[in-house]
């Protein structure tokens, strides 16, 4: 009867929970129509029934569930349950599915359409196995799943190929216009501009378009701004400094909570991990080495390597390799994050945010670029290239000079300047193209 009442009263309160936690947001993040679009397959019995929402701690995925429940509670058989809440009442994942039998007077899933949102999945002892079980028994039923920690998602091996896995990125600056001042710009104006780039065509009229559009604001002024507030919670705070501070303590939520959980590190290696990471905030891309690391910090390179391994799982850093490159001269990877606001407020703990402006501006484009879904590479002398197009990136930057194994690559320069001309991409439009 416990659990009975336990799953009364979560019913009863979620209108109330839903209502406190996003009543202040008035739009839904872009990727909510990738997520409506599986519910839609869903409900047309095709696609994968189990979604995984990964990402970042603070990218906004369990509002993403809650505006998912409040959209489709009226349409759909919908509940909303937390893993850690099961956790901290004993609850089984077995009894949340034969508690909801119960209390709908049949088997949810079996012969009518039953969606499951499941937040803090990772509190679920063997939780990807029992979603496996589950879906295999229940045809109708789909699971849509997140964690606070991308790590312990990305970790299932049971759910290889059963479940359909959707990257929860920062804001993108479209995103971050639309939420912070209103202004809209449209999906089609992002998949002109992004097809031109992929077929070397200069956007001039997208450069034009886009001031239509900006009202009274500067588009520049405005890019610069979103570089410092691209995480969701940037738009919570009422100023830089507790932003730097909900940054901070997120990275140490990532460090001291989830490492420990997914990976069982001792303790004296957390600090070191977070001392490490506020190290690499304040180096450039290709300054990343595992040996300057290994003497910096104090490890052995082997656990480096294994930090490392562990801020990319958690959506921190991302590794990029060199293209091409033989094992006989292997280059090494160049190391983005995935927010460049996030290494702003970790290298101000230094005092060298004056000296970054290159290295957030590539994070800025890393980003970008990481939402195209293709692979992302670098070269001796281009700083991206994705297929055969190279991008750089800089104020007044020039094209280096490449080798002639590389004279195959098209070349945009991202720059911090306005304009277009010739192969020239102000920074601040090539970022509307996501």
Known sequence: MEVIDFFVNQQAEMPLLVKNKIKSIKKSRFIFSSINKSISNFKKGKGQRIVLLHGLRGTGKTTLLLQIYKKYKEKLNIFYISGDALLSHNIDFEDVILTLDRLNKHKIG???????????????????????????????????????????????????????????????????????????????????????????????????????????????????????????????????????????????????????????????????????????????????????????????????????????????????????????????????????????????????????????REDSVFLVLSQFDKDIFYSHGIDFIIEDIGFEVGKKKKIKKIRSSESKFKIFILSAEEGIEQNKIPLSLFALSI
């Open 110 to 360: 079996l012969d009518k359409k039953f969606i499951l949102l499941v937040d803090e999945v990772t509190y679920i002892q063997r939780w990807d196995l029992k979603f496996k079980v589950w879906i295999d028994q229940r045809p109708n039923l789909m699971m849509i799943a997140t964690s606070s920690s991308s790590l312990g998602l990305k970790n299932s091996k049971e759910l290889t190929r059963r479940a359909k896995n959707i990257p929860i990125f920062p804001l993108s600056f479209r995103e971050y216009l639309a939420v912070k001042y209103n202004i809209s710009i449209p999906d089609s104006f992002s998949d002109r501009l992004r097809k031109k780039i992929f077929n070397n065509i200069l956007p001039e009229s997208e450069y034009i378009k886009v001031f239509s559009y900006l009202k009274d604001y500067n588009l520049t002024a405005l890019y610069k701004e979103y570089t410092r507030n691209d995480l969701p919670f940037s738009l919570e705070v009422s100023n830089e400094k507790e932003y730097e501070q909900a940054i901070k303590r997120m990275i140490k939520r990532v460090v001291y909570e989830d490492f420990p959980r997914f990976a069982n590190l001792e303790a004296k290696i957390l600090q070191k991990a977070e001392q490490m990471i506020y190290f690499i905030s304040t180096i450039p891309s290709d300054g990343v080495k595992i040996q300057t690391i290994s003497e910096t910090i104090g490890i052995s390179k082997e656990t480096v390597t294994k930090l490392l391994n562990l801020f990319e799982q958690a959506m921190v850093i991302k590794g990029v390799s060199c293209q091409g490159r033989k094992r006989s001269f292997k280059k090494p990877l160049k190391w983005f994050f995935y927010s460049p606001s996030l290494r702003l407020a970790l290298s101000s703990f230094w005092g060298v945010t004056s000296d970054l402006i290159g290295n957030l």
